[in-house]
T-cell receptor, first 111, second 113 residues
């Protein structure tokens, strides 16, 4: 079983749609959680951190469920510019501060 | 502006040749990382370092070597022992205090001639 698992997609949605990405992690010692965005042939860029209480940044909402070891990202009112790969990232703040990247979920937003 | 600089952007390697990828950061981060990404795949950790003069192997260290002589610099050498070096190489750094994400350079694309 992979340490961080994501649905690879691709997700094909029309502009204005709401889309949700899910991610599960296997190490219960995981302490920090993030969503990154990666455009084609570019480096990953931090989209948002994920907190236990849930957090929102404009059209983006992230949720964490520690009991189920589950993270989600919700994108509302999708834009063409949201087309990218979204990476779920989990960090262990002990034993080398290991960071594990999911393989990513590809999103295509179409006009 | 603070950030991570990787060079070169594109690099070509001949058979049997060692090549070195540069990574410099001015973010005063303690930890630095090297990842490899193959087309359509996720990131795989090659090496990481939490402090000067110390580094640890990641999941795919064979055929690679690193050094960390200065806090700002973490060069990666792709040796001739790495038989399939063609990939996108990403350097990242992170502040180890608190809950901090990694920040990435814009990558080096390595190809075999």
């Amino acid at each position: 079983r992979k340490e961080v698992e994501q649905d690879p997609g691709p997700f094909n949605v029309p502009e204005g749609a709401t889309v949700a990405f899910n991610c599960t992690y296997s190490n219960s010692a995981s302490q920090s959680f993030f969503w990154y965005r990666q455009d084609c042939r570019k480096e990953p860029k931090l989209l948002m951190s994920v907190y236990s209480s849930g957090n929102e940044d404009g059209r983006f909402t992230a949720q964490l469920n520690r009991a189920s070891q589950y993270i989600s990202l919700l994108i509302r009112d999708s834009k063409l510019s949201d087309s990218a790969t979204y990476l779920c990232v989990v960090s262990l703040n002990t034993g080398g501060f290991k960071t594990i990247f999911g393989a990513g979920t590809r999103l295509f937003v179409k006009a | 502006d603070g950030g991570i600089t990787q060079s070169p952007k594109y690099l070509f390697r001949k058979e049997g040749q060692n090549v070195t990828l540069s990574c410099e950061q001015n973010l005063n981060h303690d930890a630095m990382y090297w990842y490899r990404q193959d087309p359509g795949q996720g990131l795989r950790l090659i090496y990481y370092s939490q402090i000067v003069n110390d580094f640890q192997k990641g999941d795919i260290a064979e055929g690679y070597s690193v050094s960390r002589e200065k806090k700002e610099s973490f060069p990666l050498t792709v040796t001739s022992a790495q038989k399939n070096p063609t990939a996108f190489y990403l350097c990242a750094s992170r502040d180890l205090s608190g809950v901090q994400p990694q920040h990435f350079g814009d990558g080096t694309r390595l190809s075999i001639l």
